[in-house]
């Protein structure tokens, strides 16, 4: 290895090192939808209101982040798919979920859920946490409201389609901030 080279190597390690400490840890396990069973991505379920047809798949098609993206499509009132990992809720702490969407069709959304045990107590969702349609990427940035729901013993992390609709999730990342 020539000196040039040694540089760069060393100069690579120490930025790395750098974004390691900058990243607080992700708190929401498979958030890229990277680990996938029975073609189901773990620690994810599915639901649609009522029962409408939904077609839930996990895509290669320009990820974000990652080999996998979650798409989501159908024409029904919403379908989600939503983290079974319970995020203790700590009403001193607040939570920043960040994810992004690409909206081929209707409107897509990212949000807290919170539960009191088994009881479903409220959600987040604020204007610019839905998407309307168009092909790039969009971030999207949720901060919790656990002050709002003070006898919440946890949050979900809910991802979703609204009405006649195609949404592609990747990326999602929970962090804590006191
Ligand atoms: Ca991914």
């Known amino acids: 290895m020539n000196r040039y080279a040694m540089t760069v190597t060393v100069t690579s390690l120490a ?25 189901v991505p773990v620690a994810w379920i599915y639901a649609t209101e009522g029962g409408d047809p939904a077609e839930f798949r996990i895509i290669q098609q320009e990820p974000k982040d990652g080999r996998n993206v979650l798409r989501i499509a159908g024409n029904v009132t919403w379908a989600a798919a939503i983290s079974t990992h319970r995020i203790p809720a ?44 168009g092909n790039e990427w969009t971030r999207i940035s949720v901060r919790s409201e656990t002050e709002l729901h003070p006898t919440a013993t946890h949050l979900l992390v809910t991802v979703a389609i609204l009405g006649n ?12 901030v006191r």
């Open 90 to 133: 700590d009403p001193q702490q607040r939570y920043t979920l960040t994810g992004y969407v690409r909206v081929p069709r209707g409107q897509a959304l990212i949000k807290f859920d919170y539960f009191k045990d088994d009881q479903h107590l409220g959600h987040t969702l604020q204007p610019g946490q839905i998407v309307q349609a």
């Open 15 to 39: 930025l790395g090192l750098a974004a390691a400490a900058d990243q607080k840890e992700n708190l929401l396990p498979n958030g890229g939808f990277e680990q996938v069973q029975a073609g």
């Open 165 to 176: 609709a195609e949404g592609h999730f990747d990326a999602l990342n929970v962090t804590a």
